[in-house]
């Protein structure tokens, strides 16, 4: 029998050179989560300006209680992006491996170029389907596994570093 701290969690970087498609599929998925037809640990939109770096236009801080954690853009773009990417918040690491980091920091700086947006959702394995569904309208869309564990141990990091997110 698996538990719950058993089940795989997916890390999903959607790319998008159309703000107007990244807010369309932000708004499916964020729909999904206040919904309550998925569970998702974290999510944000983000866009990277002319410069390179990563900003935060959205978080799912509305999002039913227990069902994503709160101000989670700041967990997601500091554990997924270099901070030298990053435009602002303290970030926490331990969600990737330093590999795995590497791997997506490529994908970033080839997937989501200068003036493009992204959406970065962080779900369980079940869920997953419906994720990449609400995440239809971007031009590219990778997938990272990521253990339950990480996750916790990587938001326990981020709420000592953001006590008042």
């Not at 701290?5 to 107007?20: H, N």
């Not at 227990?66 to 997924?80: D, K, M, R």
Request: proline share 5%; with cysteine; glycine share 8%.
């Amino acid at each position: 029998m698996t538990g719950e701290s058993d089940l795989p969690v997916g890390l999903y970087v959607a790319a998008y050179s159309d703000s107007d498609a990244a807010r369309a599929d932000w708004a499916d998925i964020h729909e999904l989560a206040c919904k309550e037809v998925i569970t998702v640990e974290a999510l944000v939109l983000i866009r990277r300006d002319c410069d390179g770096k990563i900003h935060e236009e959205e978080t799912a801080d509305d999002v039913p209680a227990g069902n994503v954690l709160g101000a989670a853009g700041g967990l997601l773009t500091g554990i997924v992006f270099p901070p030298a990417m990053v435009a602002s918040r303290p970030y926490a690491g331990g969600l990737v491996s330093h590999d795995e980091k590497k791997e997506i920091k490529a994908e970033v700086a080839n997937d989501l170029p200068a003036a493009s947006s992204g959406i970065v959702v962080l779900v369980e394995g079940r869920w997953a389907a419906k994720a990449v569904e609400a995440l239809s309208r971007s031009d590219f869309l990778s997938t990272h596994r990521v253990d339950r564990r990480s996750v916790e141990h990587a938001k326990t990091e981020f709420q000592a570093l953001n006590p008042n997110p």
